[in-house]
């Protein structure tokens, strides 16, 4: 991802990935949140393997890229998409 961004079309590319509390598979997350209108992400999940990735502006003006990898998610685990969606929320204000 830091790669891609680099490129001459690297912004268009991130600008095209789902913005949070907006569109795509983001649309109804992370609203009211810090993250909200301030991350770029492409969520991936299989079964039981969940790999979000993304581009994140923080509150503090700062552009981090982000991936968190969850493989073999218990099935008694309740609401892991919320549970990383609460980190990325945390990340979104942290200094």
Do not use: E
Not at 57 to 80: G, V
């Amino acid at each position: 991802m830091r790669i891609a961004n680099l490129q001459p079309r690297g912004a268009d590319w991130r600008d095209d990935l789902p913005l949070a509390a907006q569109d795509g598979t983001l649309a109804h997350r992370f609203i009211g949140t810090p993250a909200a209108d301030h991350l770029h992400a492409k969520t991936s999940t299989l079964a039981t393997t969940h790999f979000p990735s993304s581009y994140l502006h923080t509150t503090h003006s700062q552009t981090l890229l982000i991936a968190i990898f969850a493989n073999d998610i218990p099935d008694d685990l309740p609401y892991p998409t919320k549970i990383m969606d609460d980190l990325v929320a945390a990340v979104a204000q942290a200094k």
